[in-house]
Structures are given as structure tokens and as C-alpha cells.
């Protein structure tokens, strides 16, 4: 039997379902992967005993990053998870958000923001 392995990002629960949630609220519709759910681990676990893998194993793995500054977290989230959305809104738009997810992130006494994540990891062997 050959083993096999994989591991991605969950986006149900963590920072791009936070975003998310709140462009909503600005009546904008932020795109999530086409089978945003089936980063769930338990979903994970269950489509691989499906495809007929054995001696399956899945597991999520809580990270976090502290960034120092409320504007170095917004930097690092625009560089990456929001840049596509942001490029097509109005720069009141962009604002608008920033100014809720400042509201709604926890910022430390020294102004640092720690954010949290979430990955799936998976392993089973290919009967054969």
C-alpha cells in the first residue's frame, strides 16, 4: 500500500469566513473556493474513506501570528486574502471595512494583533 498525504487551509471558521462576513454586511460578496466546506477535517476524513483510502487519519492544526500593529496586520490581509476583492471596490469602500475589522480584531495593550487560522492535514494509504 502506498501512503498519501495532504494538507491545506481551512475556510470555514477562520480569517477568510471572518472577511467574508463582514463584506457581507457591506453588500459586497467575496468569493470562497468552490468547496469551501470540504476544508472541514471531518468532511476531509470522510471523503477520503469514500475515494476508498484506508487507515485514514486527519487532524486540524490552530495557528496563530502576532503582528505588531493593527495597519501590519491590515497590510499582511490585503496583500493576500483581500487584494483580488479590494482592487474592484471604491476607496470608501475599503475604508469602511477596515475601520469594522479594526473594530472587531483584538488588539493587545502594546497595539499587537494576533490572528488565528486553522489547517486540515490528512494521511490514509492507497489500498493496491
Excluded: C
Aim: charged share 20%; no cysteine; hydrophobic share 45%.
Amino acid at each position: 500500500m502506498a501512503a498519501v498525504g495532504d494538507s491545506f487551509w481551512s475556510f470555514v471558521a477562520t480569517p477568510s469566513d471572518f472577511f467574508s462576513s463582514l463584506l457581507k454586511e457591506l453588500g459586497i460578496r467575496a468569493p470562497l473556493p468552490p468547496s469551501a466546506a470540504a476544508t472541514d477535517v471531518n468532511t476531509v476524513r470522510n471523503l477520503w474513506v469514500g475515494a476508498g483510502l484506508k487507515s485514514v487519519e486527519a487532524r486540524e492544526i490552530e495557528v496563530q501570528r502576532t503582528f505588531p500593529s493593527f495597519e501590519a496586520y491590515w497590510t499582511s490581509i490585503m496583500m493576500v486574502t483581500l487584494r483580488p476583492v479590494l482592487a474592484g471596490m471604491a476607496p470608501e469602500v475599503v475604508e469602511q471595512l477596515k475601520v469594522r475589522v479594526r473594530d472587531k480584531v483584538l488588539t493587545g495593550s502594546d497595539g499587537a494583533v494576533t490572528g488565528h487560522g486553522r489547517a486540515s492535514a490528512v494521511k490514509g494509504r492507497v489500498a493496491g
